[in-house]
C-alpha cells in the first residue's frame, strides 16, 4: 500500500517537472486538481459494483494527467529557485492531499480492477 502511495507521490512530481499550460506552477496546480478528483472517485467506493464503475473514471483521469504530461514537457525547465517556491507554495496542499489519499489507497488493495486501473493512470503520468 505504501508503495502505491509513493508511486503516486512520485509521479505528482513527475508531472510537475516536466505543461499546454504556461508554467510549471499552474501545471502543478491542475495535476493537483485531477489528483484530488481521483482520491473523490475512490471515496465513492464501497464495494465491487461501485470499484467497477470508480475503474474507468480513474483510467479517464489518469488520460487527463497523461495530457497535462505532455503539455508539461514542452514547457523549459524551472530553476531550482522556481522550484523550490512552488513547492513551498504546494506544501500545505500536498499535507491535505495525503491525509486525504491514505485511507482511500487501501480500497486498492480490496479491489483488483480498482488497483489496475490506478496503476494504468499513474503510467499516463511519465
Not at 507521490?9 to 508554467?23: D, E, K, W
Not at 523550490?84 to 486498492?108: C, G
Amino acid at each position: 500500500m505504501w508503495r502505491l502511495m509513493m508511486v503516486t507521490l512520485v509521479g505528482m512530481l513527475c508531472i510537475a517537472c516536466s505543461s499546454g499550460i504556461s508554467s510549471y506552477e499552474e501545471g502543478i496546480e491542475a495535476q493537483s486538481e485531477i489528483m484530488s478528483e481521483m482520491v473523490s472517485v475512490l471515496e465513492g467506493v464501497t464495494d465491487e459494483a461501485s470499484a467497477e464503475k470508480a475503474s474507468s473514471e480513474i483510467e479517464a483521469l489518469g488520460n487527463r494527467l497523461g495530457e497535462l504530461a505532455k503539455q508539461v514537457q514542452k514547457l523549459p525547465d524551472p530553476t531550482m529557485e522556481e522550484m523550490q517556491e512552488i513547492a513551498r507554495k504546494q506544501s500545505a496542499e500536498q499535507q491535505d492531499f495525503q491525509n486525504k489519499a491514505l485511507p482511500q489507497m487501501m480500497k486498492l488493495a480490496q479491489y483488483k480492477s480498482l488497483s489496475d486501473a490506478w496503476t494504468r493512470a499513474l503510467t499516463n503520468m511519465r
